[in-house]
């Protein structure tokens, strides 16, 4: 059977999101925002567990010295993927800044600052009205693995800190106490789903409007 899926979804909002610009627990979130929170925890968890994986097995094989300069490209990457392939935009932060272009888009600013030092534990995360979009963050728990790069200054190893005073002059992410809050994961999800246009070709244009039977077609269609 032939079946035309929707290609654009249009959600409704019965119920009001919370006043623009205003961060709300995610505890709080009504049904309506949920769905937004949902992706951006799925985009979430892609993340960390490249970063996890990542991290585990460069330690494992280099310790922390020869961890650090592979470290975290491969989440770099799924961030990136994410980006693309999903059309959200998603990154990291923290109140003390390792990479100094990491810094908090402008909503997520005053929740980072107001919540330096936390426990992660007693923060599930916020979500933000931004208009045509959510915004959504959560809490990155500073751990066991975290210690060799973000730890106590004196308990870093040389090899670290070398590294460090190299690449990172400016850097501020030590110190940090296991269960702290060492960063945050942001995401912006468009209340409306986005799509990115497709050019295609006259025979695929006339495979698209004529397709075969029991084939599956995405209409694709500009919306921006
Ligand atoms: C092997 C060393 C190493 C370990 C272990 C490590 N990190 Fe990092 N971390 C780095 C480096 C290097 C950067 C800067 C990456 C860049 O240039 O964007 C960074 C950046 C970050 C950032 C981005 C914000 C910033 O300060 O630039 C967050 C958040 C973060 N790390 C969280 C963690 C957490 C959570 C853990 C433990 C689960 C962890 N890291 C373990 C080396 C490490």
């Known amino acids: 059977m032939r079946r035309i899926p929707a290609v654009l ?5 019965s119920a009001p ?14 049904a309506a925002v949920r769905p937004f929170i949902q992706r951006a925890d799925a985009a979430f968890t892609r993340i960390r567990s490249a970063h996890l994986t990542e991290l585990a097995g460069t330690m494992r094989a280099n310790g922390a010295a020869g961890a650090i300069g592979v470290c975290h490209l ?11 392939e ?17 810094t ?44 060799g790069c973000h730890g106590p200054a004196d308990k870093l190893s ?11 002059p400016a850097d501020r992410a030590i110190n940090f106490k296991d269960g702290e809050i060492r960063g945050w994961l942001w995401a912006e999800i468009w209340k409306v789903e986005r799509r990115r246009q497709v050019y295609l070709l006259p025979c695929e244009l006339d495979r698209a409007r004529n397709p075969p039977e029991d084939r599956l077609v995405l209409p694709e269609l500009l919306v921006w």
């Open 17 to 30: 999101f919370s006043p623009e610009g205003q961060a709300i627990p995610i505890a709080r979130a009504p």
């Open 158 to 168: 040389p090899g670290v800190r070398a590294v460090l005073k190299d690449r990172y």
């Open 74 to 84: 491969s989440s770099a990457a799924v961030m990136d993927r994410i980006r693309r």
């Open 104 to 147: 908090p888009p402008a909503w997520a600013a005053p929740i980072v600052r107001q919540k330096a030092g936390a426990r992660a534990a007693s923060v599930s995360g916020f979500y933000v009205d931004l208009g045509d979009r959510v915004g959504v963050l959560r809490p990155m728990p500073e751990v066991a693995l975290c210690a």
């Open 86 to 102: 999903e059309q959200i935009a998603v990154g990291w932060t923290s109140d003390r800044l390792r990479n100094p272009t990491s």
């Open 9 to 13: 979804t249009v959600l409704a909002f």
